[in-house]
């Protein structure tokens, strides 16, 4: 069975600084995604990431797969509250119909 | 562009109640469907997928069903409800690698 790990499951921190979250994995996915979750909302697709060593940058947030195609890590440059939320990482297999997920980080941006 | 509906938004139901939460996509054919339960502020359980009418495929053996009776419509069931199946209902589809997510049934089973 596939397993996807991340790490922190929560962070707490203050506006303006930065983290990164990882999602760690022993096996090789053909892609990777990560969401965005809000309480009492559904998933939103941030980023999609399909070539080792990929790295993919939205606003503040840069995304990067790892060469091995196991790994990845969300970077946040000075973290908003608009940051908070549930980041979710998933993985997907050549030719399989869904995805796995990993656990979730818990992300607090306090002003 | 494509939209995905679930309703009810919510919903309390005794335990022993049956249950139908509904799900369907508007703006594409012929999609994969999820069904997912969350538990609060956690990751995603896989609970359904299906790739056409009729096709079902579940991943955790438990009290719940599913149907698809139509393309682009998605329906979770149960005959009788169990405190554990409390939780947030997430319905997604998919036409390739990623998958986009209802607005989710927030379900207290009481």
């Known amino acids: 069975t596939q397993l996807l790990e991340q790490s922190p499951q929560f962070l707490s921190i203050q506006e303006g600084e930065n983290l990164t979250v990882y999602c760690n994995s022993s096996s090789v996915f053909s892609s990777l995604q990560w969401y965005r979750q809000e309480p009492g909302e559904g998933p939103v697709l941030l980023v999609t990431?399909?070539?080792?060593?990929e790295v993919k940058k939205l606003k503040r947030l840069t995304f990067q797969f790892g060469d091995a195609r196991k790994d990845s890590s969300l970077h946040i440059t000075a973290a908003q509250p608009g940051d908070t939320g549930l980041y979710l990482c998933a993985g997907a297999n050549w030719g399989a119909q869904k995805l796995v997920f990993g656990q979730g980080t818990r992300l607090t941006i306090n002003p | 562009s494509q939209t995905i509906h679930q309703w009810p938004a919510t919903l309390v139901q005794p335990v022993g109640s049956p249950l139908s939460l509904e799900c369907t996509v508007e703006g594409t054919s012929n999609p994969n469907l999820y069904w997912y339960r969350q538990a609060a502020g956690r990751g995603l359980q896989l609970l359904f997928y299906s790739v056409g009418i009729g096709q079902i495929s579940s991943e955790v053996p438990q009290n719940l069903s599913a149907s698809r009776p139509q393309d682009r419509q998605f329906i979770l069931s149960s005959k009788k409800l169990l405190l554990s199946d409390s939780g947030f209902y997430l319905c997604?589809?998919?036409?390739?690698?990623?998958?986009?997510f209802g607005p989710g049934t927030r379900l207290t089973v009481t």
């Open positions: 990431v399909v070539t080792g060593g």
């Open positions: 997604a589809w998919s036409a390739g690698l990623e998958q986009y």
